[in-house]
């Protein structure tokens, strides 16, 4: 967004400093700037209800009356939908905790910035600023759908998987896609599974859709690599349909329908779901790498990770959850924990994959800390199997 389009605040107690942050704003570019020398003006201009409240906020921790912490926890409260960059003499360390904290708390954090304040590092937070698109109120309901309505769907076989591309960072190889199940529903057209999973997991009957997707995708598999597109596949599949006896039996049944190798096929399972001491989901674990099979921990980050149980687990990737990837180039304490995620996988000899790419930027940032596999928007959607080839040929082009 255009710099000169922005209406900024800068809310700092002591005089020149105040004044020269508002000097470097202009300088920059900043059409309209506001003042503040103290937290109750600052929050009282960010919550402006009248139309007139500034969209990005220039905020000294140590702020007198309400200072930068209190701040930051009163505008969560009210729903603000401010940028806020914090500036503060503190250490770089303490600053990390405190962009932490106001991204748990839900407030569109654009980063820290420590004193002295460079004009480089100021435009580069502007930067990162992007105003939160409104829900239209006429925006319809999503249905909601009731178990036996989803198992109709199912029998109709209405359910389809689209795959979403896994590209090698280093190379810019296609090198694998994960499934998606969509829903074609005949009324409401393509639904993702946040409009149908909540309805089987209600009814301990995820195994109903795993079965399905996995037929599919398998077959989908066999298509491609007809076409000459030697393509790996991962799915997600639940610890419920792991465990069912003939697990291994209908799995390479499966394999043997579709004339395709265990090689070629990676289990996804949650980061909550892996990380688990019972000991016949870890033999299943174990047969299904005997057998050839990857698995992956998906939305890795997101649980509670036991590293030494982590160590033990035979998976082949690691997922990393989208919350520590999208915007990581930009924002550093998302950069930190996607490092370290990294770090990890590289330390266990494990591939990592970094889900929600959407951007050059995530791309490059992730190909320098060097990252194995990326997917998401900027590479490509989940789409049908048939439509995977014309993409393929496009993305061959364009990279």
Request: one cysteine or more.
């Amino acid at each position: 967004m255009d710099i000169a389009q922005l209406h900024f605040l800068v809310a700092e107690g002591e005089p020149s400093q105040r004044h020269a942050l508002s000097e470097m704003l202009s300088r920059l570019g900043a059409g309209r700037v506001s003042e503040a020398s103290d937290g109750h003006v600052a929050l009282s201009s960010l919550l402006d209800t009248a139309g007139d409240a500034p969209q990005i906020g220039v905020i000294d921790l140590a702020l007198p009356g309400v200072d930068g912490l209190e701040l930051i926890r009163k505008l969560s409260e009210a729903g603000s939908r401010a940028g806020i960059i914090i500036v503060g003499s503190q250490s770089s360390s303490l600053l990390l905790s405190v962009e932490t904290m106001a991204q748990a708390y839900g407030v569109e954090m654009l980063g820290t910035l420590s004193r002295p304040v460079g004009a480089a590092r100021l435009e580069a937070l502007i930067a990162n600023y992007a105003p939160r698109k409104q829900a239209a109120d006429d925006a319809p309901a999503r249905p909601r759908f009731t178990f036996s309505q989803v198992g109709l769907g199912l029998q109709a076989r209405q359910f389809e998987p689209y795959f979403q591309p896994k590209i090698e960072l280093e190379t810019g190889q296609l090198k694998g896609m994960e499934m998606f199940a969509r829903w074609i529903h005949p009324e409401y057209g393509v639904l993702g599974t946040g409009d149908f999973i909540d309805a089987l997991e209600a009814n301990s009957r995820l195994d109903f859709l795993d079965w399905s997707m996995i037929d599919k995708s398998v077959a989908a598999c066999r298509v491609l690599h007809d076409k000459g597109i030697p393509i790996s596949i991962s799915m997600n599949v639940a610890p419920c349909t792991l465990a069912q006896p003939l697990f291994m039996q209908q799995i390479n049944a499966c394999l043997v329908r579709h004339r395709m190798l265990a090689d070629y096929i990676t289990f996804e399972l949650s980061e909550s779901a892996v990380l688990s001491t019972d000991p016949h989901l870890i033999e299943r674990l174990l047969r299904l790498r005997l057998k050839g099979f990857g698995l992956a921990i998906d939305d890795y980050g997101t649980g509670r990770s036991n590293l030494q149980l982590l160590a033990r687990i035979p998976f082949s990737e690691l997922k990393i959850d989208r919350s520590f990837v999208d915007g990581a180039s930009k924002k550093r304490a998302i950069g930190t924990v996607l490092r370290s995620c990294l770090n990890l996988a590289s330390s266990l000899d494990r591939k990592s994959v970094a889900v929600g790419v959407e951007t050059r930027e995530d791309w490059d940032f992730l190909q320098g800390l060097g990252c194995t596999y990326a997917q998401g928007y900027y590479i490509g959607r989940p789409m049908p199997v048939e439509q995977f080839p014309a993409w393929l040929e496009d993305w061959r082009h364009f990279f």
